[in-house]
């Protein structure tokens, strides 16, 4: 079974600009989750959505949005990118709702803002 | 205000020796415990996890241990092993099933 992916893995844009970011789920798991990693931060959850529908939302600012497809694909969106978006974030899936249950994490996008 | 806390970012240990690492959380609603490990380049990946109603959860060399009244876990690993450099991440769920992490630990195991 295919794990978790994600694209692109690296990716380097400047302030100001947008970006979006993709994940595909483990075939057959319909709900995905967010996060954002920075060093001493940890993973800070962004947002989760199950059935297409945004279940949970962290305390982000309004610029990050995502949404997913029928298919169970998600897409991440930041727009007027900050230099403090640099970060690796990481998409997780899970069969139920619900980031507590077990979740299988993609290898991340790491961003860079200059 | 982080409801969860790995205060040591970084723990460098010999091999064979037992490697033990902390995660204190605040929210006494936190119902179950569990303790991610992830290498560069590559996502978490689940270790062992422990349920609030419990206080010690074994799986091999991993060992994870509540102590709910002071709100700490530790994950003991015996013997450690060069291959269990990575950081190590504790989190918890809450009654919305959603799980807050901490700050991560970095584990150093030295051949």
């Known amino acids: 079974k295919a794990g978790v992916t994600q694209t692109p893995r690296y990716l380097i844009k400047t302030r100001g600009q947008q970006v979006t970011l993709s994940c595909s789920p483990i075939?057959?798991?319909?709900?995905v989750s967010w996060y954002q990693q920075t060093p001493g931060q940890g993973l800070q959850f962004l947002f989760e959505y199950f059935s297409e529908t945004q279940r949970n939302k962290g305390n982000f600012p309004g610029r990050f949005s995502g949404r997913q497809f029928s298919n169970s694909r998600s897409e991440m969106n930041v727009s007027t990118l900050e230099l403090g978006d640099s970060a690796l974030y990481l998409c997780?899936?899970?069969?139920?709702?619900?980031?507590?249950?077990?979740?299988?994490f993609g290898p991340g996008t790491r961003l860079t803002v200059l | 205000d982080q409801q969860v806390k790995q205060n040591s970012p970084s723990l460098s240990v010999q091999e064979g020796r037992i490697s033990i690492l902390n995660c204190d959380y605040t929210n006494s609603m936190f119902d179950y415990f569990l303790w991610y490990k992830k290498y560069p380049a590559e996502g978490p990946t689940f270790l062992i996890s422990i349920s609030s109603i419990k206080d010690k959860n074994e799986d091999g060399r991993f060992t994870v241990f509540l102590n709910k009244s002071a709100k700490h876990l530790s994950l003991h690993i015996v013997p450690s092993q060069p291959g269990d450099s990575a950081v190590y991440f504790c989190a918890a769920r809450d009654a919305g099933n959603m799980l807050t992490f901490g700050g991560g630990t970095r584990l150093m195991v030295k051949p």
């Open positions: 075939s057959g798991h319909r709900s």
């Open positions: 997780a899936s899970s069969l139920v709702a619900g980031s507590g249950n077990t979740q299988y």
